[in-house]
Every structure is written in C-alpha cells, then in structure tokens.
C-alpha cells in the first residue's frame, strides 16, 4: 500500500514558513503585495483568485484585485498591467488564465515586467528556467518537486518520466527534475510504447488531462507518483490522471485528486511572490 502525499500537509508547512518570514520583514517596514486580474466570469477562474486571496491573508500580503468585465479590450488589459508594473506597492502580478477568446494571452504576460512575473510564464522567465540561473519557478512543477522531497526522495541519478509536454506543467517539470540531476524522458500523444516508458520510472509525473489514464501496469513497483490532473470521471467526480484505486498498491508513494498538487500550486505562488518583494525591496 502507497503512502498518500499530503498535499494539504506540505502547503501548510509552506504557508507557515512564508507567514512567519513576512512577519519580520513586516517589522522592518517591508510589505509585500500581490495584484490578481481576472477578467470575465469564468466559474473555475473565480475559485482559483478565491483561494489566492485567502493565501495572500493567511500568509499576510497584501492583495490588489482587478476583476475586469469579459468584454474588456486588449488596449485596456495592456494599461493596467503597464500601471501595475510601475506600481511599487505591487510585487507580483498575475493574470489568471484563461483569458476570454478575443484577447491574446501571449502579447499579455510578455508586457508583464519578467521580476513581477510570479506566474514564471514570461519568455525571460522561462529561459532563465532552461539554464538553471532563476529566480521564480513555475507554480505548479515548483510544488511537484516540494512533494516528492516531503517523500525524503533523492531525486538525483532517478529515472524520471513526465507525461505531458505543456508549457505550464510538463517541460518546466522535465527542466527541475534535470536540475536536481534526475534522468527525465518527456512522454506525450505520439510516444511509442509509453506503458513500457512510464514503468521504467522511479518518479512518474502525470499532466496529461485524461481521467484515470494512467494505470497499475504504467508504474513501477515502489514508484513515486505524482498526478497534476484535474478531471471529471463518468460520475463527474473530480479525479486525476492517474487510477487512484488501482495504482495505490503498487507506488511508493502517491498524490490524492483532490488534495494533492492542487494546494501546493497556490503555496509556491505564495513563495514567488515573497521573492519577488525581497528582491524589489532589496532584503
């Protein structure tokens, strides 16, 4: 039987180290903020900025939100990223995806300046990524790695194995898992033989966006498991990539759906955003 990750457990942990490092530089007259746009209704966009809001009171930041009507103009999301760039009281910005069709995510996170980009999307950010001399990393490959060191795993001379080749998941995560010298194959749509691929690894990591694909002959006895899905199976439960059920016995160590990578992602944007006002600040 697997050990369950506590995800839950891990941000916690984060959080608290967080709150209490705010706490000092709070008492040395450093405050730090981080500004949220959302724009449209978007229901699950919505829950995302909740619960960012309620992260950045728990750890003690200050939060600027921006919710902005779905009918919003490029020129007008472009004018009030430009202010929040110049804003010294802002030290992250975020604007949540998706955006609604008629704007350009792309053109948006380029305008944000690259040392307030907490999300670690903009192209300097993601390039600094590549060569391993960075100072955010991407939220959710950033917690990835948080849980499998919690397993007291070295990750170091591992065969690792990503499913998923996305830009926000699966290619950062190949790139931390190699900084931490794993041995890391990138599987995907047109990979060959990937229940052979996946079964080799010691560290699998799932982002592929299909419900309970990953099965017990994908994995190795004794493997850790990570499962960054977030799906609706036939019931319309929500569940990962990963067949919790039929895998559990056979890992080492397993992340639930829920409660798994989902609040680690939100604690390591906790943890951008207290770099991202050190360095600002010059602490």
Same mark, same amino acid.
């Given at each position: 039987?697997?050990?369950?990750?506590?995800?839950?457990?891990?941000?916690?942990?984060?959080?608290?180290?967080?709150?209490?490092?705010?706490?000092?530089?709070?008492?040395?007259?450093?405050?730090?903020?981080?500004?949220?746009?959302?724009?449209?209704?978007?229901?699950?966009?919505?829950?995302?900025?909740?619960?960012?809001?309620?992260?950045?009171?728990?750890?003690?930041?200050?939060?600027?939100?921006?919710?902005?009507?779905?009918?919003?103009?490029?020129?007008?999301?472009?004018?009030?990223?430009?202010?929040?760039?110049?804003?010294?009281?802002?030290?992250?910005?975020?604007?949540?995806?998706?955006?609604?069709?008629?704007?350009?995510?792309?053109?948006?996170?380029?305008?944000?300046?690259?040392?307030?980009?907490?999300?670690?999307?903009?192209?300097?950010?993601?390039?600094?990524?590549?060569?391993?001399?960075?100072?955010?990393?991407?939220?959710? /490959?950033?917690?990835?790695?948080? !849980?499998? &060191?919690? *397993?007291? @795993?070295?990750?170091?001379?591992?065969?690792? #194995?990503?499913?998923?080749?996305?830009?926000?998941?699966?290619?950062?995560?190949?790139?931390?898992?190699?900084?931490?010298?794993?041995?890391?194959?990138?599987?995907?749509?047109?990979?060959?033989?990937?229940?052979?691929?996946?079964?080799?690894?010691?560290?699998?990591?799932?982002?592929?966006?299909?419900?309970?694909?990953?099965?017990?002959?994908?994995?190795?006895?004794?493997?850790?498991?990570?499962?960054?899905?977030?799906?609706?199976?036939?019931?319309?439960?929500?569940?990962?990539?990963?067949?919790?059920?039929?895998?559990?016995?056979?890992?080492?160590?397993?992340?639930?759906?829920?409660?798994?990578?989902? /609040?680690?992602?939100?604690?390591? !944007?906790? &943890?951008? *955003?207290? @770099?991202?006002?050190?360095?600002?600040?010059? #602490?």
């Amino acid at each position: 039987m697997a050990n369950i990750i506590d995800g839950k457990a891990v941000s916690a942990r984060v959080k608290e180290e967080i709150r209490q490092e705010v706490e000092g530089l709070k008492a040395k007259g450093v405050e730090i903020g981080l500004a949220v746009v959302i724009v449209g209704d978007d229901p699950a966009s919505q829950v995302y900025v909740k619960n960012k809001e309620k992260a950045c009171e728990a750890v003690g930041f200050n939060s600027f939100k921006y919710a902005l009507p779905a009918e919003t103009t490029e020129e007008e999301l472009l004018a009030l990223v430009d202010k929040l760039n110049k804003d010294d009281k802002v030290d992250g910005i975020l604007v949540q995806l998706p955006l609604p069709k008629h704007l350009d995510d792309k053109i948006i996170i380029n305008n944000i300046r690259p040392d307030k980009d907490v999300d670690a999307f903009h192209p300097v950010n993601v390039g600094k990524i590549m060569i391993g001399d960075y100072s955010f990393l991407p939220c959710t /490959p950033a917690g990835v790695m948080e !849980l499998i &060191k919690s *397993t007291g @795993t070295e990750v170091a001379g591992k065969e690792c #194995v990503v499913i998923g080749r996305s830009n926000i998941v699966g290619k950062p995560q190949a790139m931390l898992l190699l900084h931490e010298n794993g041995t890391v194959t990138i599987t995907h749509s047109k990979t060959k033989n990937l229940k052979e691929v996946c079964a080799r690894a010691d560290i699998l990591v799932a982002a592929v966006g299909r419900a309970k694909m990953v099965t017990a002959d994908y994995i190795k006895e004794g493997a850790v498991v990570i499962d960054v899905g977030m799906n609706r199976d036939e019931n319309g439960k929500l569940c990962g990539d990963v067949d919790f059920e039929d895998c559990k016995e056979k890992a080492g160590y397993i992340t639930p759906v829920p409660g798994g990578v989902g /609040p680690m992602t939100i604690a390591m !944007l906790m &943890k951008n *955003t207290l @770099t991202a006002g050190k360095e600002h600040h010059g #602490v």
